[in-house]
């Protein structure tokens, strides 16, 4: 049951990848390390960007614009079985919001250069934000899916 309550989100900006159709872009963009994208972001935010001197990653969080809104199960690749939409990384929920920890290669003005990025091209971005390990990494983390499937639970 809702509450009722909506929330406008604007984009900041869109993603400019080699990906056009669902099914090109890796799982995970970091499958991917050798294929570039960029972050063109939009003249009215474009004063927010600042300095990334010394900051190597970034966090993208964006909008799967393309997304099934209309699901709460999903099949994971590889899965036998559904499993309820909030136990996977699927694209297809109630609020499509999707991030990726992306690699910086370059800032050109108002465009990030980044490796490390599954979205498709035109996809909005909605924030970006430093990735800061010491908050962000979490020791001793682990991933209970993973078992049952041949492997060790991942820690990170």
């Known amino acids: ?16 990848s080699p990906y056009t159709k669902t099914g090109q872009a890796p799982r995970q963009g ?10 063109d972001i ?3 935010f474009r004063d927010g960007l600042g300095d ?3 900051i190597s990653h970034i966090i993208i969080l964006f909008w799967f614009d393309r997304a ?5 199960i999903a099949r994971p690749p590889g899965a ?9 990384r699927s694209p297809n929920r109630p609020n499509p919001v999707g991030f990726d920890v992306a690699e ?27 990735y800061v390990p010491s908050l962000d990494c979490i020791p001793g983390a682990s991933d209970p899916r993973a078992a049952g499937r041949g492997r060790e639970p991942r820690r990170a």
């Open 1 to 16: 049951m809702s509450d009722g309550r909506e929330f406008l989100i604007r984009p900041i900006g869109v993603i400019r």
């Open 30 to 39: 970091r499958e991917r390390p050798d294929v570039e994208a960029e972050i």
């Open 42 to 44: 939009f003249p009215t």
């Open 52 to 54: 990334f001197s010394g």
């Open 68 to 72: 099934n809104r209309d699901t709460l």
């Open 80 to 88: 036998q079985e559904n499993r309820p939409v909030f136990m996977t």
């Open 104 to 130: 910086i290669i370059a800032v050109e003005g108002a465009r990030i250069r980044v490796t490390g990025c599954d979205a498709l091209d035109g996809t909005p971005v909605i924030d970006i934000k430093p």
